[in-house]
């Protein structure tokens, strides 16, 4: 892999002060206004700042990986692609030098949210926050496939409603801002069959459960494969038309 | 239009196969390993056919100009020779390899009509990224010295005005230390001294036996700074020579005058002329030499009234060339 390649993808990630405005901002102002207010409440015998952080963490972490699609977007618009294409970089590595920078953006989320949490009287054993850092990084790989798709179906100037609005229905549906759908039925079935939802869900382990049940690891997997073949699809069109 | 086109000049067809041929016998390395081999090369984008059966080939170390006005075909050309765009037909080799293979070798840099950069990082980060991409790169100091970037490094890219911008697309396209060099009008964004600065570096870093190709609509620019200009319209190569015959050639004046009754024939035969057509009451002679060939025009047939002596531009030297005289395709 090429270090110096990946260094200056992350720099530019961190530089570019708007992508962290849905994935570091809005989860840690949400955080703050709704787990504050309700901080000594318990919600299914789960304290609820410790519910809330969950919920916040898959809304940001889903938001930075679905933002590379914005820089992919951009890059397309003024012509970088093709410049790379004249360099001996492979597609593979630059897409995962674009992961990369997603994932380090999803990880700066979580490493907050666990801190906000802790002012919040949120306490939590390494083990456990390691293992629902564990369980959100592998539930953001359809993420990864999804930022990379819409960046090469959109426009940067439609990045902002696409992903804005993308981000906001997956988050409702997937339970991020509470529970959707109680126990049964339609829409309890389909939250349940987003990625989202067991994003969310991963907060089970903060409460010493052992994760995701077969149903989501059968729905994270679908999904990555689904979203990858439409990524890939979406790349061949874009590179074969320039 | 009938113009005759065997005064001293390598046309596409007759003389420059020949010339070719000399020269490749002369190094038979050369064959193997011409810098850029296309070969019956098409491509359209719809209806359009954008280039249209181009044969070239390119030795190590030439400084090429690829000269002709816009929709010629030009940058279609250099897509392809890069592997940005796949030929409809034919084949394109640069150092015998294809352009896939070749862009890996890191033996390609090429700086592209449009495109901005990468946003957030410093020039000098920039170069520095794009370098670790390659096997050879140059120096990132030396890239940014040679492209006159040095006090621009710590800029973030983002602030560059369009001049400075150009210049670092330049460092870009030179820092994998390529051996062909591909320019596509290079020079747009630039003002007059700039554009010097530019074609100095460009010149130094071909002294270093790399090859240059680059695409422009300046016929100075050609002039100046190619060792052989390809001349291309509507898709196809309708000259390709030594720089200096082209702009003998498409630097042509015209004189035309008032001269009813004359036969054609008789003005063809006048010292400084190459060419000659009547436009009802008034002829148009094409000069090599528009001095001498006033004075036999004068000399020969005072009658001759309404006088005016043009240069020609490059869009008339088009029209000649193409054996055309419907200009509104060519706008």
């Known amino acids: 892999m090429n270090l110096t390649y990946l260094r200056y993808e992350l720099i530019r990630s961190v530089r570019n002060k708007r992508a962290f405005i849905f994935s570091l901002l809005f989860p840690l102002i949400f955080f703050y206004l709704i787990a504050g207010s309700n901080r000594h409440v318990t919600l299914d015998g789960v304290p609820f700042a410790t519910y809330y952080l969950a ?101 940067p100037d439609s990045m902002g409603p696409v992903i804005g609005g993308g981000v906001s229905i997956l988050a409702f549906l997937g339970g991020s801002w509470g529970p959707v759908g109680g126990d049964h039925g339609v829409l309890h079935n389909v939250s349940q069959a987003t990625p989202t939802y067991w994003l969310v869900q991963a907060r089970s382990t903060l409460v010493g459960a052992s994760g995701w049940d077969t149903k989501g690891w059968i729905v994270i997997a679908t999904w990555t494969v689904v979203l990858g073949v439409l990524a890939a699809w979406a790349f061949r069109r874009d590179t074969s038309r320039i | 239009m009938s113009w005759p086109m065997d005064d001293g000049l390598h046309w596409a067809q007759s003389r420059r196969g020949g010339q070719y041929r000399a020269m490749t016998t002369a190094t038979d390395q050369r064959t193997t390993t011409a810098g850029i081999r296309l070969a019956s090369l098409s491509k359209s984008y719809g209806s359009v056919l954008a280039v249209d059966g181009v044969d070239l080939v390119i030795a190590p170390g030439e400084t090429v100009a690829l000269l002709g006005p816009n929709g010629a075909g030009k940058s279609t050309t250099i897509d392809m020779i890069l592997g940005l765009a796949k030929p409809d037909t034919g084949s394109v080799q640069v150092f015998g390899m294809t352009p896939a293979d070749a862009v890996r070798a890191g033996a390609i840099g090429a700086m592209l009509q449009t495109g901005q950069l990468l946003r957030d990082l410093t020039v000098r980060e920039l170069i520095t990224m794009m370098a670790s991409l390659y096997p050879n790169p140059m120096a990132v100091g030396d890239v940014l010295e040679v492209t006159g970037v040095t006090d621009l490094a710590d800029r973030r890219t983002q602030k560059l005005s369009g001049g400075q911008t150009q210049r670092v697309r330049a460092a870009i396209a030179l820092v994998s230390n390529p051996d062909l060099l591909i320019l596509d009008e290079p020079t747009v964004a630039m003002d007059v001294e700039m554009r010097r600065e530019f074609w100095t570096s460009m010149r130094e870093f071909a002294a270093r036996g790399k090859t240059v190709v680059f695409a422009t609509h300046y016929l100075e620019e050609a002039d100046s700074y190619a060792d052989r200009v390809v001349l291309m319209a509507r898709g196809r190569i309708v000259a390709d020579g030594p720089a200096t015959e082209i702009k003998a050639t498409v630097g042509l004046r015209t004189i035309k005058a008032t001269l009813p009754n004359v036969p054609i024939a008789s003005l063809t035969g006048l010292d400084g002329v190459q060419g000659a057509d009547r436009r009802g009451e008034s002829v148009v002679l094409h000069c090599s030499d528009s001095d001498a060939a006033i004075r036999a025009l004068l000399r020969e047939f005072p009658a001759a009234s309404d006088i005016e002596i043009a240069g020609a531009g490059l869009e008339e030297a088009f029209l000649l060339l193409t054996g055309d005289d419907k200009s509104e395709e060519l706008s």
């Open chain 1, 55 to 155: 919920g916040m963490a898959s809304f940001g972490t889903m938001a930075a990986m679905i933002s590379l699609g914005a820089k992919i977007a951009a890059e397309r618009s003024v012509g970088w692609n093709r410049q790379l294409r004249l360099t001996p970089l492979s597609t593979r590595a630059y897409m995962r030098a674009k992961v990369l920078s997603g994932y380090l953006t999803a990880l700066l989320t979580l490493a907050l949210l666990f801190l906000a949490g802790a002012t919040l009287g949120v306490h939590l054993s390494a083990t456990r926050v390691l293992h629902m850092t564990g369980l959100v990084l592998v539930g953001l790989i359809p993420f990864a496939a999804l930022g990379i798709l819409v960046g090469h179906l959109f426009t």
